[in-house]
């Protein structure tokens, strides 16, 4: 398992997503990586954008270099998250979104679905993701066009 000695990872969630945010911080933190909680911090129902926000700002901000947002599916938290600008987050549910999700993508943001994965899971998953590498070349001009539809009008084509 390779090491990822600078990653610093800011992980939040919802109310579905915080049974498996309390299990995979503490494999995460068994593996020596340092996380920053942004909450929720118990199961009394509350909104998923405002925890997607929180990870996304952190992130946004280099607070963080690794989001990890939960909620019942993932698809919630990814969809708030990618409002924020600079953001790109990726719902991980098998081994290989994991690894595609740095390789192709260099996802900045990973989600998962508390109510679709397990503690092991969602662990191996974090660490498929972390042992990978971003390829660059034509996948960072498919990240540049991403970029571009985040300030219309600066492409030249708006
Ligand atoms: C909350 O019940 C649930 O809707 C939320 O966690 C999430 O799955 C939304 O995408």
């Given at each position: 398992m390779k090491e990822s000695p600078q990653i610093r990872i800011v992980i939040g969630s919802d109310h579905a997503g915080f049974s498996l945010k309390e299990s995979l911080k503490h494999h995460l933190e068994k593996d020596g990586l340092s996380l920053l909680d942004v909450g929720?911090?118990?199961?009394d129902s509350v909104d998923y954008p405002d925890f997607a926000e929180k990870v996304a700002r952190a992130i946004c901000s280099g607070e963080g270099n690794l989001g990890i947002v939960l909620c019942g599916t993932g698809i919630g938290v990814s969809i708030a998250a990618n409002k924020i600008k600079g953001i790109r987050a990726a719902v991980v549910y098998n081994d290989e979104t994991a690894s595609l999700a740095r390789?192709?993508?260099?996802?900045n943001v990973i989600c998962f679905g508390g109510r679709e994965a397990s503690a092991e899971q969602a662990h191996a998953w974090t660490r498929i993701f972390l042992d990978a590498t971003f390829e660059g070349g034509r996948h960072q001009r498919r990240i540049d066009k991403i970029s571009a539809l985040e300030s219309p009008g600066t492409s030249g084509k708006s």
């Open positions: 929720t911090f118990n199961e390789r192709h993508n260099n996802a």
